[in-house]
């Protein structure tokens, strides 16, 4: 859940190393406290047979399913529109595809993917996050 639109897959399911080791240290620790004697007896716990090892993770992982599919859809359907804010300059006055944003006469709303405008997105919201602005 590292991108409200990307997979994981596309991301990557090795480019957080950290959050990799979070997941197998638990993991590890959790086997251990069902597996362990010593554990067993400290938190009163029984072995799992193999069948219900996989009904655990078939469960566990369907909000993560659930949540690629509605990435997948909503790439799916806005895959050629973007909507991002970019700064109004000289050059953009031109774009037919924009539309004011009624909160701030100087941001506007773009349909375009070009990496310019991408640039000037990331450029405008670097800024405002910097000067303290907050959507209401």
């Excluded at 409200?4 to 190393?17: A, E, H, V």
């Excluded at 909160?103 to 000037?120: A, D, E, F, Q």
Aim: glycine share 2%.
């Amino acid at each position: 859940m590292r991108s409200n639109r990307d997979s994981l897959f596309t991301i990557g399911l090795l480019s957080n190393k950290a959050l990799l080791a979070s997941v197998a240290l638990t993991l590890g620790l959790q086997i251990a406290v069902l597996y362990v004697p010593f554990f067993q007896k400290l938190f009163n716990t029984l072995p799992l047979s193999a069948l219900d090892l996989v009904i655990c993770l078939a469960v566990s992982s369907l909000v993560f399913w659930c949540v690629e599919l509605e990435k997948w859809l909503l790439r799916r359907s806005n895959s050629d529109s973007k909507l991002h804010l970019v700064a109004e300059t000289s050059e953009e006055k031109d774009m037919q595809v924009c539309n004011r944003v009624p909160t701030s006469p100087r941001l506007r709303l773009c349909n375009s993917s070009k990496p310019s405008y991408r640039t000037s997105s990331l450029r405008l919201h670097l800024r405002l996050k910097a000067s303290g602005y907050r959507r209401k």
